[in-house]
T-cell receptor
Framework: AQSVTQLGSHVSVSEGALVLLRCNYS??????LFWYVQYPNQGLQLLLKYTTGATLVKGINGFEAEFKKSETSFHLTKPSAHMSDAAEYFC?????????FGKGTSLLVTP | EAGVAQSPRYKIIEKRQSVAFWCNPI?????LYWYQQILGQGPKLLIQFQNNGVVDDSQLPKDRFSAERLKGVDSTLKIQPAKLEDSAVYLC???????????????FGPGTRLTVL
């Protein structure tokens, strides 16, 4: 079965600091991996995805993630945090016809 | 392009009552998903439609939950009777994906927050 584990349910960074949100996956087939963001009272929005090809994936709002097969990881990073980045972030893996989501990481950005 | 529409946005009911949620996907999207998101957890797939056929409903509690997608467009999700543990946000998503391999982006609606008292 395909699953993801997000390390850290809450992450706090200062504005301008590096953002690092961790995701490890388990998959019996070549994984398709996704990062979604959810702002309060809104649905999820795709940040980026990895299917095949280049292992460093760039997404919207300055986020990127690197697929590392040897570490079964797909960590999300952003060089400099903005106040507007405060939200819930979900890692997900393709599981058959749909996606299996992690439990989410809440990102807090302090001034 | 209009996004995925859902209604109502909020619903409060007593346990054992019934409730229905409505979803209008993005025009032309063949695949429609219903997810349940319990507080503090990630979304969990309940049912997936491709056009008006069910692709996967293995995690749908069929003794109380039902869903339909008439004419391959709008969809309704019903709970009857509701239990306290059904309190959650119900998210609808749609995708152009017709391959069934979930490789394409899913677009999510704002969700319906259900509270069962």
């Amino acid at each position: 079965a395909q699953s993801v584990t997000q390390l850290g349910s809450h992450v706090s960074v200062s504005e301008g600091a590096l953002v690092l949100l961790r995701c490890n996956y388990s998959s019996s087939v070549p994984p398709y991996l996704f990062w979604y963001v959810q702002y309060p009272n809104q649905g999820l929005q795709l940040l980026l995805k990895y299917t095949t090809g280049a292992t460093l994936v760039k997404g919207i709002n300055g986020f990127e993630a690197e697929f590392k097969k040897s570490e079964t990881s797909f960590h999300l990073t952003k060089p400099s945090a903005h106040m507007s980045d405060a939200a819930e972030y979900f890692c997900a893996v393709r599981a058959g016809y749909a996606l299996n989501f992690g439990k989410g990481t809440s990102l807090l950005v302090t001034p | 392009e209009a996004g995925v529409a859902q209604s109502p946005r909020y619903k409060i009911i007593e346990k054992r009552q019934s409730v229905a949620f409505w979803c209008n996907p993005i025009s032309g999207h063949a695949t429609l998903y219903w997810y349940q998101q319990i507080l503090g957890q990630g979304p969990k797939l309940l049912i997936q439609f491709q056009n008006n056929g069910v692709v996967d409903d293995s995690q749908l509690p069929k003794d109380r939950f039902s869903a339909e997608r008439l004419k391959g467009v709008d969809s309704t999700l019903k709970i009857q009777p509701a239990k306290l543990e059904d309190s959650a946000v119900y998210l609808c998503a749609s995708s152009l994906d017709t391959s069934g391999i979930a490789g394409r982006e899913q677009f999510f609606g704002p969700g319906t927050r259900l509270t069962v008292l």
